[in-house]
């Protein structure tokens, strides 16, 4: 019997579903081939269950030692037959075999996760050894099942004499897809989008001030009734229209004034409102045929999508008529087929019986050919 001594710990700061998964990690050393002959392999005493705490976690101990130091309550035995660990915080999924090779296993276990769709862990493990002088050993990333028959193991192709810690991190938790073309979905917090959200509320927060503030404003916006001020630089970047206002020598660039005499003071702030990223829900509702006009004239189109995505929603026998003008004005086909599923194939044709006479004096001729094809295609006998 080789004496040795090992210790177990858990790092990390989140919370953790592994091991709800009934996934636990074993690590193991195999001696050298000076090992003792007819030294057989031990079957360690399965660890009792208990949830992986943290994403990160890891387990430490030393190869044999001729002459080990005795520690209080951290001893352990390597013998023919069995593994003890006193640790009064035990890492309990974590134990040490002897054998051939240095490895680390994690072997499956029952837990409650639901067969059709078990989480799929993203993984990678670590090995250091104190030294001197200090060495590291870490695996390529892995992904795994977590509910499968087959153990997972990593072997080390070296090994070497001393302390040594065995780190297994959990880089992602998620959850299979039922679906063979769609990709796995994560279910742990992603901490850079978390970052990336930060970032942008305070971006937000700079323009917002830049724009009620006028900090270094150098644009003056004319409208019907009123003037705005606004910068250069934000409207050339999300208008291809006004970056040509800007760049080439037309009156705009030499006065630095924008004259927009198809919109009202309201509606002018609503739109430089999106664009500034300070716009209100109730702000864009209310201003949203106006703010598709201005998105058509400069191209912004991002407000022109958001626009029609928008009155998609609220399609009514009241309505339809004028968003289907619209969806023909400026060439919104998803608008468009909205408004012809509405009244031929939901049949509210019936509804604006006393409108359409008067839609059909003014609609362009392509739309009203349009029209009358759905109405083939809607009322086509089955």
Known sequence: MLPGVITSRVRGDGAAAAAAAGWRGRTGWRPSPGWPSGASTPSAPPPTAAPIPSRSASGTGSLPNPNPPLLRDHRFALSNQIIRQFDPNPCRYLSVEKARYVYVRLFPE??????ERPPLARFLLRACWSGPPRRSCVSPVHEHLLRSSEDFFWQLDTMYAGRFTIDVEFLDLKIASNNAAESSTSIWPNESIAVQNIASKSSLGCLSRMLTESIHADVTINTTDGVLKAHKAILASCSPVFESMFLHDLKEKESSTININDMC??????????????????????????????????????????????????????????????????????????????????GKIYDVREEINSFFQHADRELMLEMFQEVITAWKPI
């Open 110 to 115: 029952p837990g409650r996760v639901a067969k």
């Open 265 to 346: 003071l309201e509606s002018c702030s609503a739109l430089i409102g999106f664009i500034y990223g300070t716009i209100k829900l109730d702000q864009f509702w209310k201003h949203r045929l106006s703010l598709l006009a201005a998105a058509n004239k400069y191209s912004i189109s991002d407000i022109k999508d958001c626009c029609e995505e928008s009155l998609l929603e609220d399609i009514n026998s009241s309505n339809v008529l004028e968003r289907l003008h619209v969806a023909w004005l400026y060439q919104l086909q998803k608008l468009k087929k909205g408004c012809l599923t509405y009244l031929f194939v939901f």
